[in-house]
């Protein structure tokens, strides 16, 4: 393009993160010829929400913390997209994740667009009664930006079932009727959908199985290793482990625990439940982040925060396949490198998109106050993101691409195709 995008920023936008996102859309945009006016379209945001969150903490002094609300698009529907509580939430990294949301909607076949929303704050020092508080803060200031038809939060890092029942409360009491299609992700007994909360886990997990068929790799014994041990990465472990993979290195922000043997997940699962950290488990021996990420492994899973995997480290990976459970994890430098090496990647837009599509059945379930079994959401879970995953890999054979690009191509193509059906107003 003849403007350079950040020219059209304010500079709290730019951001590593959100250059990433940014440069992924622009080549691809460039591979599909997308006309010139749509590219200048979806690359900002459609909206851009910064609130102040005030909040009188336990000793009486009151704080104020940023939050975020971000619309990238809602071309195909309203949008969609987690709720992050932080010590790095920014209004970049937020745009960025908002528009990785929108592609993943898209590819997934789900009537949403793209948002993302965040706190920054460090909820580990803060108590139960603070994040509360916050929260229902948080979800005041930006309440007239979300609802079943405009915007539906949902958890991601720091945010849980708990978070969300607070923010459909808050909401709730606001509009003066219980509205359980403002957020998903929450509680069961309030609206919830079965599965939600070990969704992405199995998403990833999913698209490991085809991958693996397609390659034709059995997977008994294979190595895996995993970056990150919250929710999605100790789903993912519990789901391989139980499968027969040996999952020989986890780790969480403190470090990390590897046994060449494999680890026993479920004792490990009870020692971080205990709580204790990672890297004190009796199971395996101590190792760091950056050190789990190269180790000789099968399958290499970052399930942490974006940008891990860089171009300093890109040519010491040493894994078959990689799957992006996190959201961002490989910078474009990187997956050159990645891609040079032969590495089959699972994308991030692919990967973890599990997630988002329970959260769309539990949407679902309670516009009609239907709701179904925990076997149903399996199924229907199942059957979307094999369809996906296939419908990626036959793009990138083709085309002779690598499966980012036919990923991104098939979800901008249709966010294209909708916004030139739908023209522009005035």
């Not at 000789?296 to 040493?318: H, K, V």
């Not at 890999?393 to 909708?418: C, F």
Request: glycine share 10%; with cysteine; net charge neutral.
């Amino acid at each position: 393009m003849d403007v350079n995008p950040e020219q059209r920023l304010l500079p709290e936008y730019v951001t590593p993160t959100y250059r990433m996102a940014v440069e992924q859309f622009e080549a691809v945009a460039e591979r599909l010829s997308l006309d010139p006016n749509l590219r200048e379209r979806l690359v900002v945001p459609r909206r851009a929400l910064i609130v102040a969150v005030p909040v009188r903490m336990d000793d009486g002094h009151v704080q104020v913390f940023n939050g975020y609300r971000v619309h990238h698009d809602n071309t195909l529907g309203p949008s969609k997209g987690g709720l992050r509580f932080h010590p790095d939430v920014n209004l970049g990294e937020v745009s960025a994740l908002a528009m990785w949301m929108t592609w993943k909607c898209a590819l997934m076949g789900l009537p949403f667009g793209g948002a993302k929303g965040g706190v920054r704050c460090d909820p580990v020092r803060m108590s139960r009664n603070e994040i509360q508080k916050m929260t229902r803060r948080y979800t005041s200031e930006i309440a007239p930006f979300i609802g079943p038809e405009v915007d539906i939060p949902a958890p991601d890092i720091g945010t849980n079932a708990q978070t969300m029942a607070w923010m459909m409360d808050t909401y709730s009491h606001l509009k003066g009727h219980a509205v359980p299609g403002v957020v998903t992700g929450k509680p069961t007994l309030i609206g919830g959908s079965a599965g939600r909360v070990e969704a992405t886990g199995r998403g990833v997990v999913y698209c490991i199985m085809e991958a693996l068929r397609y390659l034709k790799r059995p997977h008994g014994g294979l190595r895996v290793a995993i970056q990150g041990f919250g929710n999605v990465g100790a789903n993912v472990a519990r789901f391989l482990h139980e499968e027969g993979f040996r999952v020989i290195a986890v780790s969480d922000v403190h470090g990390g625990t590897y046994n060449a043997n494999g680890l026993d997940i479920p004792a490990l699962a009870r020692h971080v439940a205990a709580p204790e950290i990672v890297g004190t488990f009796k199971g395996g021996e101590p190792i760091g982040n950056d050190a789990l990420l190269t180790l000789p492994c099968d399958l290499l899973i970052p399930a942490a925060l974006s940008g891990q995997i860089t171009e300093e480290n890109a040519r010491r990976i040493s894994c078959a396949i990689l799957a992006e459970a996190a959201n961002g994890p490989t910078t474009p430098a990187a997956d050159r490198i990645l891609r040079e090496r032969g590495i089959f990647i699972i994308p991030d837009v692919l990967a973890n998109a599990g997630g988002v599509v329970v959260s769309y059945f539990e949407w679902v379930q309670d516009l009609q106050h239907f709701f179904w079994k925990e076997q149903e959401i399996y199924e229907k879970l199942r059957q979307i993101m094999g369809e996906a995953f296939m419908a990626v890999l036959s793009l990138s054979l083709s085309e002779a691409i690598e499966m980012r690009t036919a990923a991104l191509m098939l979800a901008i193509r249709k966010i294209s195709d909708a916004k030139l059906a739908r023209g522009l107003f005035p």
